[in-house]
């Protein structure tokens, strides 16, 4: 099983940036993206559940965030506008067998996580 995650990068604050995910290995349910910035903790960002093609968001990202599915299977993508220099961090991709409620959806206990894109945004 392999999560490959794209497309950070360096941005000014109030550009955009596109993350992408693709997971090979085995079909996916619930595929998520998370941050981790220096010294804090790891935190979700967006979720997505084949299921319905259900979407979640953290309160911090909603509104200029979206994760939606790509063509291809167990790929998702991030469309990160109006970053913010706060939003910097690594963020990392992870995938799970199951399809996860919305709670447990926000919590980094994912069955496969990718290596992490850092993002960066400059004031």
């Known amino acids: 099983v392999q999560l490959q995650a794209s497309g950070g990068g360096l941005v000014q604050a109030g550009g955009s940036l596109r993350l992408s995910c693709a997971a090979s290995g085995r079909t996916f349910n619930t595929m998520a993206w998370f941050r981790q910035a220096p010294g804090k903790e790891r935190e979700f960002v967006a979720g997505?559940?084949?299921?319905?093609?259900?979407?979640y968001y953290a309160g911090s990202v909603k509104g200029r965030f979206t994760i939606a599915r790509g063509n291809a299977e167990n790929t998702v993508y991030l469309q990160m506008n109006s970053l913010k220099p706060e939003d910097t961090a690594v963020y990392y991709c992870a995938a799970d067998r199951r399809n996860l409620i919305a709670t447990s959806l926000r919590v980094p206990s994912y069955d496969y996580w990718g290596q992490g894109t850092q993002v960066t945004v400059s004031s």
């Open positions: 997505f559940r084949w299921s319905g093609s259900s979407t």
